[in-house]
Nanobody, 128 residues
């Protein structure tokens, strides 16, 4: 069982930056691929970014590529999402998710139905 707690959301002006953090419980954090998804009001949840167990492989939605950076610190059981050049369309609740990956593999999925554990979400609001 993994518990995920997001933090770092808030209100920021367009062009600004925020860094989200997701702290995971348990001793097997490095066994999980981690991802960020977001959901805006009236819209479906969408993939934002993912990172493999080792942190070597990262994946991004086209809409955030070049602006957002996902990273992880396995010693601290934490995954981060650095968000720069924020736009009003980035406004959403951001969720952290964990997907258990076999030891022999090192990848991360962009499909939300492959993730087993989810955080409660943190609100990001970007004003124009």
């Amino acid at each position: 069982q993994v518990q995920l707690v997001e933090s770092g959301g808030g209100l920021v002006q367009a062009g600004g930056s925020l860094r989200l953090s997701c702290a995971a419980s348990g001793r097997t954090f490095s066994s999980y691929a981690m991802a960020w998804f977001r959901q805006a009001p009236g819209k479906e949840r969408e993939f934002v970014a993912a990172i493999s167990r080792s942190g070597v492989r990262t994946y991004y939605a086209d809409s955030v590529k070049g602006r957002f950076t996902i990273s992880r610190d396995n010693a601290k059981n934490t995954v981060y999402l650095q968000m720069n050049s924020l736009k009003p369309e980035d406004t959403a609740v951001y969720y952290c998710a964990a997907d258990h990956i076999p030891f022999s593999s090192d990848y991360a999925s962009s499909r939300d139905n492959e993730y087993d554990y989810w955080g409660q979400g943190t609100q990001v609001t970007v004003s124009s």
